[in-house]
T-cell receptor
């Protein structure tokens, strides 16, 4: 069975450029989560979708960050414009119904903004 | 800042040793979870705890949900080299549905 799929696995870009991270959740899962991991702040929840609808985006750092889930099998996290402090590993996770249930994490996208 | 304080931040293990780590908070959590993250991978769920006082095992791993609901413990018995990695605690508050993660415990092998 395919797990959560994320692309790209690595991204290096210059400050000011737009960055789009992609996620395909596990088929049949109704909840999708975007996390950011840094050494300083650890793992932080950015946004949480249930049935393709954003439920909680209070973790999104600022207006430069946006996330969409146009259908049950695809989500994007976009940063525009990117800044060096956005450098981190971004994880997507999915669960069958809600956050309380087991969340399965993807391999992450390692982003470096120069 | 993080609401879950995890300790120790790092530790060295020797094969065969037992390992303990804990997670504390000033807030009450309704669910406690323990994850392990290997290099270059996402966290993988090890154990989930849903009731205060609950003690749950998964192979050589044992975790407990503190009676006060403000802490949890993870023990690894008879450690083996593949136990190396970063262990995270995570909690879900009664009133919310978000996972809050601890800072992680990095388990390393003694040289």
């Amino acid at each position: 069975d395919a797990g959560v799929i994320q692309s790209p696995r690595h991204e290096v870009t210059e400050m000011g450029q737009e960055v789009t991270l992609r996620c395909k959740p596990i088929s049949g899962h109704n909840s999708l989560f975007w996390y950011r991991q840094t050494m300083m702040r650890g793992l932080e929840l950015l946004i949480y979708f249930n049935n393709n609808v954003p439920i909680d985006d209070s973790g999104m750092p600022e207006d430069r960050f946006s996330a969409k889930m146009p259908n049950a099998s695809f989500s994007t996290l976009k940063i525009q414009p990117s800044e060096p402090r956005d450098s981190a590993v971004y994880f997507c996770a999915s669960s069958l119904r809600a956050a309380r249930e087991t969340q399965y994490f993807g391999p992450g996208t390692r982003l470096l903004v120069l | 800042g993080q609401q879950l304080n995890q300790s120790p931040q790092s530790m060295f293990i020797q094969e065969g040793e037992d390992v303990s780590m804990n997670c504390t908070s000033s807030s009450i959590f309704n669910t406690w979870l323990w994850y392990k993250q290997d290099p270059g991978e996402g966290p993988v769920l090890l154990i989930a705890l849903y009731k205060a006082g609950e003690l749950t095992s998964n192979g050589r791993l044992t975790a407990q949900f503190g009676i006060t609901r403000k802490d949890s413990f993870l023990n690894i018995s008879a450690s083996i080299p593949s136990d190396v990695g970063i262990y995270f605690c995570a909690g879900i508050k009664a009133a919310g549905n978000k996972l809050t993660f601890g800072g992680g415990t990095r388990v390393l092998v003694k040289p």
